[in-house]
């Protein structure tokens, strides 16, 4: 595996993402902000935060083949998502556990950012991921 994930100790507990990703490889793969579109370019999962997670997270694992890597592979992950506010973590989280094992997506996550912002690509679009990956040859 080309990704060593760690929490050291002395860093907030209870994450659901490691602080610390170490890797080695040779292919830096970066794919562009992922949105709940299919194929055609038509939205998924209308204003509901979780299925527009599970939308976000299928693109990117296509995107993640597509360049022969996984999410074993994934080094960070930025989440952006409109409208947040504290409460809606439930709704987030529960979005990533739909799609984990079918996405092969580590627990806890590799490291993570989840931002809060006024707006995306389009007024539809909750959540877009960014994602950075390293692979070997």
Excluded: K
């Excluded at 595996?1 to 040779?26: F, K």
């Excluded at 562009?32 to 509901?48: F, K, N, T, Y």
């Amino acid at each position: 595996m080309s990704v060593q994930r760690i929490s050291p100790s002395g860093l907030q507990p209870h994450t659901p993402y490691h602080h610390v990703a170490i890797a080695t490889g040779t292919r830096h793969i970066h794919i562009s902000g992922q949105i709940a579109r299919d194929a055609e370019g038509l939205p998924v999962g209308g204003d509901e935060l979780d299925a527009q997670v599970v939308q976000v997270l299928r693109n990117t694992a296509r995107a993640l083949e597509g360049a022969d890597a996984s999410f074993a592979d994934v080094v960070r992950m930025t989440f952006y998502v409109t409208r947040w506010s504290p409460d809606q973590i439930g709704a987030f989280m529960a979005g990533i556990e739909r799609v984990a094992d079918e996405l092969g997506i580590p627990q806890p996550l590799p490291p993570a950012s989840l931002i809060g912002v006024d707006y995306l690509f389009e007024p539809d679009v909750r959540v877009e991921l960014e994602t950075t990956a390293i692979a070997g040859p």
